[in-house]
């Protein structure tokens, strides 16, 4: 027997009826397609279920079809053998189809549903045959149970001539309602929902009236009532305490269609129109399960009375919610994957690494509500304290993911932080032209650099205390702590270089004239000449640093005015007097050479042989005693080879570099080049055996003078 009726000819969903329940008491699992196709799950909690009961072929499924407009099977005239076989569920449609429709829009957002006509779903309900058999009495049970437990309304359908017969099997079926109803009393934590019960008098005759008939019905009730052993929860309970009882008269089909069709249209609508005194409905009837949790509510509710098991709806519900919550949560996590790799790849820089994103906070912002709307749209009509802890699970799981996701961000703002930091810098210090001192420069781009990093980092947060960049800020500071260092490093490098440049052009310029004519104090003004060179250089490029009066601090190395500390400063310094101590040995290695001081020794030796004390040449006669006075000048001229050769000041103190150069030399390995200064060797120009080389090599060219000299009187004395 097909489980969907009619079946799949009708293309539209909600035409078919489902077959809940089949007759062998199995759950149908296509019960959450057929939800799925009816696509009302947007409702959420605004729709009703309403069940009928009642004896067989008494016209219920006939009755709900001109109620609802379903499609029910209807017992055949001729064959009259039972249909309706286990629970059958439909969606209504008769009562306000266009409404209908539009709340079936698949789009249709849950408020606009909620306020449009609810939805209607019955459920037909195997009728009763009245006879003791076990078989029956058990499904009478379990359906009467599971009809409790989910709907609102329950329609009791009876013939007119079955009302007062108390032995009939009506009132055998209400018995059954109202003991299980007690059970679900018992097992509950809370009072069960009320519940409506609309009694529906078939083929109503009219010669009794419906008010006759109602007092008929309701003693009855009341005498089953009064009959049935309570649990202690519900000793002094009335039946109105569980259930609101409603009449209806209808007329017979066959005999008076016309009034028959006219009164179902006049009872469906107490199913639809809210403002009828006669409105069937009301919320405290309603389970608040919400639609789309319905078919795994059921169906559990189904299981725990096939298994015979204490019903407890309000745990059931919970379970529902948890269950649920859980399903809306993962469908809401596939969205948030989905916008996740979006972002991840918009992040990526496509260089391995993460990059700058503008409005990173809105994209993130953007994938975190959109993932909460999704849930929040069907799990908010849950349980309240379960949707709340759920949504916590996901809100938690979705910000671990995008937290991870804001960490690159902010690995990427660092990043460019520290280049906005070294940008302006290097620009700063491109210009020749520098109006802005260094330590300014440095303070604006630290200050830019890290408020870029703050705004920026702080806008890619979209919760405080969960996106937070305090670690990476430290660590962003750090960073530019090192880069400032390194950048003063590399300012006092360029402002040391320009110095050396000064001192090496003043040496290399100056220098020389002392040694024209060497004297006895010649070293002690080649020396005041350096350190003047030294100072000179040096100050105009750097500011003596003051104390706190503003007064000079002598004791403090100069300060280049980069913000460095006194030690660097020091250290510069230092570094500046030993390049100016190794370029003045350089210097001094070229000038001290020995074709110079031959040079010199030969023009001072000329000076004194060849011309008198007024600079008048001397010409030599025959028998002038030429050789004293070539002895004295040879003499004379040599003296001054010892200033050349020793660095020493006039008191006799040897010049030594004022810096140790051994420990300049071990700082800076890669400047020593192939050969060092020695601070113990700098006061020796020239070794013992190159002076003696040199004396040797004047006295061969005094020699030739002499002998020069000498024929030149012959020749005179010859002549
Ligand atoms: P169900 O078994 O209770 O669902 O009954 P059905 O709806 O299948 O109807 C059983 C039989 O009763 C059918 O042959 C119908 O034509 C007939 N029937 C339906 N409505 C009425 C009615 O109002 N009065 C009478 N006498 N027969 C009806
Ligand atoms: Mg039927």
Redesign the pocket.
Do not use: E, L, R
């Given at each position: 027997m097909s489980t969907l009726n009619p079946p799949s000819s009708s293309s539209d969903t909600e035409d078919l009826s489902l077959q809940l329940i089949d007759e062998s008491k199995t759950y149908n699992p296509q019960t959450f397609s057929y939800f799925k196709d009816l696509n009302i799950e947007k409702c959420g909690l605004n729709y009703h279920i309403v069940s009928v009961f009642g004896s067989q072929s008494t016209g219920?499924?006939t009755l709900l079809n001109a109620l609802f407009g379903t499609r029910?099977?209807?017992?055949n005239e001729i064959q009259r053998r039972q249909?309706?076989k286990g629970i059958w569920m439909a969606l209504a449609k008769s009562a306000s189809p266009q409404l209908l429709k539009s709340s079936l829009a698949s789009d249709a957002s849950a408020s606009s549903a909620s306020t449009s006509t609810p939805n209607i779903l019955v459920l037909?309900v195997e009728?009763t045959d009245g006879r003791e058999r076990g078989e029956d009495q058990d499904f009478e049970r379990k359906s009467a149970l599971f009809a409790l437990a989910t709907s609102e309304v329950l329609i009791v359908n009876m013939w007119e001539s079955q009302v007062g017969l108390y032995q009939g099997a009506n009132m055998g079926l209400l018995k059954t309602v109202f003991e299980v109803n007690l059970t679900l009393f018992q097992n509950a934590s809370t009072k069960p929902n009320r519940s409506r019960i609309l009694f529906v008098i078939r083929d109503h005759i009219g010669t009794t009236p419906l008010a006759n008939l109602q007092a008929t019905v309701v003693a009855d009730l009341k005498r089953i009532w009064e009959s049935l052993s309570k649990p202690p929860p519900a000793a002094n309970t009335n039946l109105e305490d569980f259930f609101d009882l409603q009449f209806y008269a209808l007329p017979h089909k066959i005999l008076m269609p016309e009034q028959f069709s006219a009164s179902t249209a006049q009872l469906s609508q107490y199913f639809t129109d809210a403002s009828s005194s006669s409105y069937v409905f009301n919320p405290e009837y309603h389970r608040g399960v919400p639609i789309d949790g319905w078919p795994i509510y059921s169906e559990k509710i189904w299981e725990q009375i096939e298994d015979n098991k204490d019903l407890d709806l309000p745990t059931q519900q919970i379970l529902v919610a948890r269950f649920r919550c859980e399903e809306i949560a993962a469908q809401a996590w596939v969205t948030f994957e989905t916008g996740l790799a979006e972002a991840q790849k918009a992040t990526n820089s496509g260089l391995g690494g993460p990059k700058v994103v503008e409005g990173f906070g809105r994209m993130i912002e953007s994938i975190r509500s959109g993932t909460l709307d999704i849930f929040d749209s069907l799990a908010s009509r849950y349980e309240k304290s379960v949707y709340r802890s759920k949504r916590a699970d996901l809100l938690n799981k979705v910000d671990t993911r995008l937290a991870n996701l804001y960490k690159a961000q902010l690995l990427a703002l660092h990043k460019k932080a520290v280049a906005i930091f070294n940008n302006a810098v290097s620009a700063s210090t491109k210009e020749e032209s520098k109006s802005i001192p260094f330590i300014d420069v440095l303070r604006k781009a630290r200050s830019d650099a890290l408020d870029f990093f703050v705004s920026s980092a702080t806008e890619a947060s979209v919760d405080p205390h969960v996106f937070i960049h305090t670690d990476e800020l430290s660590n962003l500071e750090a960073e530019l702590d090192d880069a400032e260092t390194k950048a003063k490093r590399q300012e006092i490098k360029k402002i040391s270089a320009k110095i050396l440049k000064k001192i090496k052009s003043t040496l290399f310029n100056d220098l020389e004239g002392y040694f024209q004519s060497p004297e006895e104090d010649t070293w002690d003004k080649v020396l005041t000449f350096f350190n003047n060179t030294i100072q000179f250089a040096v100050s105009s490029a750097t500011k003596l640093p003051t104390d706190k009066n503003g007064l000079v601090d002598g004791s403090k190395a100069p300060d280049f005015g980069v913000g460095a500390s006194p030690e660097e400063n020091e250290q510069s310094i230092f570094r500046i007097r030993s390049e100016a101590w190794i370029a003045l040995d350089t210097r001094l290695k070229e000038i001290i050479k020995e074709d110079n001081i031959l040079l010199r020794l030969r023009e001072n030796f000329e000076d004194l042989f060849r011309y008198d004390d007024n600079g008048v040449p001397l010409v030599w006669k025959a028998g002038d005693d030429i050789e004293a006075p070539y002895l004295k000048a040879r003499e004379q001229a040599l003296k001054i080879l010892p200033v050349y050769s020793n660095a020493v000041t006039k008191s006799g103190q040897p010049i030594i570099p004022d810096v140790d150069l051994e420990k300049y030399y071990a700082e800076h390995l890669e400047d020593s080049g192939d050969f060092v200064v020695e601070n113990s060797a700098f006061s020796t120009r020239l070794s013992v055996n190159r002076q003696q080389e040199i004396t040797k090599k004047f006295k061969k060219q005094a020699d030739a003078a002499y002998v020069e000299a000498k024929r030149s009187t012959t020749q005179v004395f010859s002549r």
């Open positions: 219920k499924s029910f099977d209807v017992m249909t309706t037909d009728g």
